[in-house]
């Protein structure tokens, strides 16, 4: 018996294929529309797969001999990615206590800040829209791939209601003044805007192409050592909502450098590079 199984899902799924994590939507019947369960599932999958990271044990390999995980890629089965929070699940809202509809708001926010602060590289596929909540998934991931016929809206003003939840990630992602536009618009904005905007990284020429991408951009990573790449997030997090002058921050950052630069890893890598071989850490089979 595994004692160490995966999530149970219904409405997602995870596939794992060496140190690649691979999660699907597969809610088409409302087209990967967020409600209560499959954002629950979703919360599990990241939590999952986050503790058995390499960022996370610090280690290339499990116990049993298994790669520990360095990558996670987020596709959606169907015709849309994702066209945001349940709709149903908001109306419900307005019979629900301030209490509870709080509990829903953190619940998503969960699934946000999971994705957001996770310490392998994500990869998110948008094909058709990303509306609402499918626009936070886009804009928490560390490299967006989008397909001509994409279209990513901050929606919620439509509804009368506010990005407020997704809003911290977008902000980041696209900036002040190009959230606020896109906030108070609330219009689609096609796969090239979105590239323009940096609310994606690339477009490819169609669905069928995001395979390649997706290989090219993880083959990529995989050189980088995943303690790099999981310290390089959180880098960026710190950063984000850091307080105090100049001096702290360059102090800090001479603190991190030293850390990074005497740490295995580091060590390994400064030696491959002498050494005129590849680490330790791109000698895995990486096929995804």
Known sequence: MNPDPMPETELCRLEVDGAIANLTLDRTDAFNALNEQIISEMVEILEWTSHRSVGATGELLSEDGSPNLRALVIRSEGKHFCAGADINMMRDGGGKTPEENREDSERLDKLFHGLWSHPCFTVVCVQGVALGGGAGL??????????????????EAKLGISAAVIGPYVYRRIGSAGFRRLAMLASRIGSEEALRVGFVDEVVESVEAMGDAVSDVISEVMTSGPIAVTSAKRMVAELDQREGGDESLRSWTLDLTSKMRGSPEGQEGLSAFLDGRKPAWSQEDREG
């Open 138 to 155: 886009v804009a928490c991931s560390d490299h967006a791939i989008a397909e001509p016929r994409t279209r990513i809206a901050l929606s």
